[in-house]
């Protein structure tokens, strides 16, 4: 009940082109949903973040999209383009003075976008 | 902009021996975290501290891991005897509010 599925393994997509990856969940005491971006020999980069009580946050190129009765989420990034060639994880926590962020990632998105 | 800040960035060691990994954390950051990305493979949770405890842990986190906040700068994971299995790249995190944290650029453990 604490995983969250991530998929699909990897992606490659045309510079110009919408990446779409996704994300699905179980444990509905989950309500923070961040996106890290991940560049080869760095940590996770926080990309954007979602809380449940909206169900699209939009930041530039990226968008998150949130369907709670489905516990799904999503990952589109518009306009994709050779710099975003990344790895990308989704992942889930639970906030509340009680807990203590733990966030547990999906299993991550190759991205690769072709010039 | 603020980092968070690991050494070594790579460190090998006979199976067996104890290694330190150290981070210093975001200066006004109050919750600090351990995570470990065996190659290829998701991110894992390992601790969390906070108020200068371990807040929660991983079933991975077993006795043979330690966390320490020894001066109000740095946080260290110590491993007493590594395995094998230790190999991964241990990232630290640290954040104000227990969300949207700072991981920093990991260190590549390699037991041998």
């Known amino acids: 009940q604490q995983q969250v599925k991530q998929s699909p393994q990897s992606l490659i997509v045309q510079k110009g082109g919408i990446s779409i990856i996704n994300c699905a969940y179980e444990n509905t005491a989950f309500d923070y949903f961040p996106w890290y971006q991940q560049f080869p020999g760095k940590g996770p980069a926080l990309l954007i973040a979602?809380?449940?009580?909206?169900s699209e946050k939009k930041e530039g190129r990226f968008t998150i999209s949130f369907n709670k009765s489905a516990k799904q989420f999503s990952l589109h990034i518009m306009d994709s383009q050779p710099g975003d060639s990344a790895t990308y994880f989704c992942?889930?926590?639970?906030?509340?003075?009680?807990?203590?962020?733990?966030?547990?990632f999906g299993q991550g998105t190759t991205l690769q976008v072709k010039p | 902009e603020p980092e968070v800040t690991q050494t070594p960035s790579h460190q090998v060691t006979q199976m067996g021996q104890e290694v330190i990994l150290r981070c210093v954390p975001i200066?006004?950051?109050?919750?600090f975290y351990w995570y470990r990305q065996i190659l290829g493979q998701k991110v894992e949770f390992l601790v969390s501290?906070?108020?200068?405890?371990?807040?929660?842990k991983s079933e991975i986190f077993d006795d043979q891991f330690s966390v320490e906040r020894p001066d109000g700068s740095n946080f260290t994971l110590k491993i007493r005897s590594t395995k094998l299995e230790d190999s991964a790249m241990y990232f630290c995190a640290s954040s104000v509010y227990g969300y949207g944290y700072t991981f920093g650029s990991g260190t590549r453990l390699t037991v041998v």
């Open positions: 979602i809380r449940p009580d909206v």
């Open positions: 992942a889930a926590s639970t906030q509340g003075s009680s807990n203590t962020g733990k966030l547990i």
């Open positions: 200066s006004n950051h109050l919750y």
């Open positions: 501290f906070y108020n200068n405890e371990i807040s929660e």
